[in-house]
């Protein structure tokens, strides 16, 4: 009985190792990957196709402001759904707006590269969704 107690809790430890060590392989991955999307781009004006170390990491601080911007305006609209200068109503709303904002993203990333027009339609999207964000918080409206 002591025996079968011991081996369970050695193939449980066994397979928790395994899937920690899994994780973290696949971690230390993600910024291959990561600069794989990355866009090429310096900024919203500029566009350029020769790529050295210091314009990729310019290009992948595009992209990632990108993913940032999308963080910030979620984050703004939990903050109004908690203060309750948004309804729930308000929130479901833009919640979808970014939902479908980020399904477009993974729908331009799809071909592992994203065009300036794609980069160009994203940044708008989201100028739009910080605008309706905006005027949901200021409009009055309170649960």
Not at 7 to 29: C, F, H, R, Y
Not at 78 to 105: C, D, F, K, Y
């Amino acid at each position: 009985m002591n025996h079968i107690r011991i081996v369970k809790n050695l193939a449980i430890a066994a397979i928790s190792s395994l899937t920690l060590m899994a994780g973290a392989s696949q971690a230390s991955e993600w910024g291959h990957f990561q600069r794989a999307y990355a866009p090429g781009y310096s900024d919203r004006s500029s566009f350029e196709h020769d790529l050295g170390d210091r314009d990729a990491r310019r290009h992948h601080d595009s992209e990632s402001s990108i993913d940032l911007r999308q963080q910030r305006q979620m984050e703004k609209i939990m903050q109004g759904l908690r203060t309750g200068s948004l309804s729930r109503r308000e929130a479901r709303n833009l919640m979808q707006e970014q939902r479908e904002i980020e399904q477009l993203q993974r729908h331009y990333l799809a071909d592992r590269h994203l065009s300036r027009s794609e980069w160009l339609d994203l940044d708008r999207r989201l100028d739009l969704a910080a605008r309706d964000i905006r005027a949901e918080k200021r409009d009055g409206d309170w649960r």
